[in-house]
C-alpha cells in the first residue's frame, strides 16, 4: 500500500469557485484520493497507528490544485523549439516543422518526447492529449510511460500525397493499420495513464476517407478523435476550396464531431459551425500563446461558454510557443479576451477550470483527474505562492487571479500523478527527468543535418510565398 497525506495547504478543489480548503488535507492510497479534509487526517492518524508508512507533506502556506491539463501538445516538436519567429502557420509548417518532424528517428523522437514531458511535469502539468507524428510514435509512449504523466496520443494522420512532403505521408491503409497496432500497444497502459487517440493532422492533410474511417473507429473503440481546424483563413480557404463546405462542416459531414472530440485553435468559425459545436458537445483546445505567435487569430472564448461549448487549454508545439507552461497559457488565455470582449469577459476562476476540470473532462477524463475529490486519482500540483515574484497574494480572496496572472513555473513546488512525485523542485524525482543538455543539443544537431540535407523536399503545400 502507498499512503500519502498532504496537509495544511490551501486546498483549491476547483469543483466550483468556492471549494476553498485554508489548511485543507488529503489522503490518497495507491494514487487514489481516499479522503479529505478532517477525514484525511484520521485516516492518516489511523494509519500511523497501526504502524503503516505513510508520505506525509507539510504544505503550510503552499497551495495544492489539481495538476493541469493541456489538450494540444505536440511531444515531436520539442526539439524544433526556437525555429523561425515570424511566419504564418502553412508556411511554417512547410518550411520548419514538416520538415523536422520528418527527420525523426526513433531516437531524437524518444529525446524529444522526453524534453517536452519533463517540462510539462516541471509546469504542473499532468495530463496532456499529445497529436504524436506520422513515424516512430512509439517513441512517444515509450517516453510518456517512463515519465510518470498521464498522456493520450496517436499517429498523426497525413495521407493526401498532393498537400504532404513525401517524407512525412503515409498511404490511408498504412495510416489507419499503424494507429491500430498503437492502439492494441498502448491504450490503457501504465495503470491505465497511456491512451490512444486518432489524430487525423487536419482536414488540409487529410482524405476524407482517413477522417470519416478515424471517426468510426474512434466511436466504435471508445476512442478520443484529435485534430486541428480552423487555425487560420488560408487553411479554411483550402478546405473551402476542396469540398466547398466550411471547415467544422466538414469535419462534420464526415463523423468528426461530439463528446470525445477534442478540435485545436477553432478560431474562425461561422454561425452555423458554432452551432454545430454546441449541439455536438465537441470541445476546444485553445492555444492562445501559439494563436498569438503564428498570427493566427482571436479565438472567440467567451461566446462559446456562452453557448455551452467547452473550451480547454494548450501550448501545442514548442517551436509555436515556445514553452509548454500553462501559466503562460492562462495569462494569455484571461489577458486576449481583455481585449476582444471586455475587462470581465473571463474571469480568472474560469480560465483555471479551462485549465484543469474542462481539460479532464474533454479528455474523457472527468472521473479520474482535473479536480480534488476523493474517488479522483491524485494528479496534483503544489504551488509556493511565495517563491518568485507573485507576493503579495493578499488583496484577494481567492487564488485564482494570482495563479493567472502573477505565478509561473518558478511557483511549482512539486507535480504529481496518481500520487507520484513526477517532479519536484528541490530534488530529482524518480520520472519526469529531462535529458541532459549534452544529449539535447546532440540530438537537435542531428534533426538539423537531417532536415537540411540534400534531397530534402519542403511540403507541396499549395503556397505561394507572403500566405
Ligand atoms: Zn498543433
Not at 495569462?331 to 479551462?354: D, E, F, S, Y
Not at 503544489?382 to 505565478?407: I, M
Request: charged share 25%; aromatic share 4%; glycine share 10%.
Amino acid at each position: 500500500m502507498r499512503a500519502l497525506l498532504i496537509e495544511n495547504a490551501l486546498v483549491a478543489g476547483m469543483r466550483s469557485a468556492d471549494d476553498l480548503h485554508p489548511a485543507g488535507a488529503v489522503w490518497a492510497v495507491d494514487g487514489v484520493i481516499q479522503a479529505l479534509g478532517r477525514e484525511a487526517r484520521s485516516a492518516a492518524a489511523n494509519a500511523f497507528s497501526r504502524g503503516e508508512a505513510v508520505e506525509t507533506v507539510d504544505a503550510e502556506g503552499l497551495w495544492l490544485f489539481p495538476g493541469f491539463v493541456q489538450t494540444h501538445i505536440h511531444l515531436c516538436q520539442t526539439l524544433l523549439r526556437n525555429g523561425p519567429d515570424d511566419l504564418q502557420l502553412l508556411p511554417w509548417l512547410r518550411t520548419h516543422v514538416w520538415p523536422g518532424e520528418a527527420a525523426h528517428d526513433e531516437e531524437t523522437l524518444f529525446l524529444s518526447a522526453r524534453l517536452g514531458l519533463a517540462e510539462l511535469a516541471a509546469g504542473g502539468t499532468t495530463a496532456i492529449l499529445d497529436m504524436g507524428t506520422v513515424r516512430h510514435t512509439d517513441a512517444i509512449f515509450r517516453a510518456a510511460e517512463a515519465s510518470g504523466l498521464r498522456v493520450t496520443s496517436g499517429n498523426a494522420l497525413m495521407d493526401d500525397p498532393s498537400t504532404n512532403p513525401p517524407e512525412l505521408f503515409a498511404e490511408t491503409e498504412d495510416a489507419l493499420a499503424e494507429g491500430e497496432r498503437l492502439l492494441a500497444r498502448w491504450h490503457g497502459g501504465a495503470g491505465g495513464r497511456l491512451r490512444f487517440a486518432w489524430c487525423p493532422r487536419f482536414a488540409v492533410s487529410c482524405t476524407d476517407r482517413i477522417l470519416r474511417e478515424a471517426a468510426s473507429r474512434a466511436r466504435a473503440q471508445g476512442v478520443l478523435v484529435h485534430t486541428h481546424a480552423s487555425e487560420n483563413h488560408d487553411e479554411i480557404d483550402l478546405v473551402k476550396a476542396r469540398s466547398g463546405r466550411a471547415n467544422i462542416e466538414h469535419l462534420r459531414d464526415l463523423g468528426i464531431g461530439g463528446p470525445t472530440t477534442v478540435l485545436a485553435h477553432v478560431i474562425h468559425t461561422n454561425e452555423a459551425e458554432r452551432r454545430l459545436l454546441a449541439a455536438d458537445g465537441t470541445a476546444v483546445a485553445h492555444c492562445p500563446s501559439s494563436n498569438l505567435k503564428l498570427a493566427s487569430g482571436i479565438c472567440p472564448v467567451p461566446d462559446y461558454l456562452s453557448r455551452g461549448i467547452r473550451v480547454t487549454l494548450g501550448a501545442d508545439g514548442a517551436p509555436c510557443n515556445d514553452r509548454l507552461d500553462p501559466f503562460s497559457e492562462m495569462r494569455h488565455a484571461a489577458l486576449l479576451q481583455k481585449i476582444a470582449a471586455g475587462p470581465a469577459a473571463l474571469t480568472a476562476w474560469q480560465v483555471v477550470r479551462m485549465a484543469t476540470a474542462e481539460g479532464a473532462a474533454a479528455l474523457g477524463l472527468g472521473d479520474v483527474c482535473g479536480t480534488i475529490e476523493v474517488g479522483k486519482r491524485a494528479d496534483l500540483v503544489l504551488l509556493d505562492p511565495s517563491s518568485g515574484f507573485a507576493r503579495p497574494v493578499s488583496w484577494r480572496d481567492d487564488p485564482y487571479g494570482p495563479v493567472v496572472f502573477s505565478f509561473d513555473r518558478g511557483n511549482v513546488v512539486e507535480t504529481r500523478v496518481d500520487g507520484e512525485v513526477v517532479f519536484h523542485r528541490d530534488r530529482r524525482p524518480a520520472r519526469a527527468l529531462a535529458p541532459t543538455a549534452g544529449e539535447i543539443e546532440a540530438a537537435a544537431g542531428r534533426l538539423r543535418e537531417r532536415k537540411t540535407g540534400t534531397g530534402r523536399r519542403e511540403a507541396a503545400l499549395p503556397l505561394e510565398e507572403g500566405t
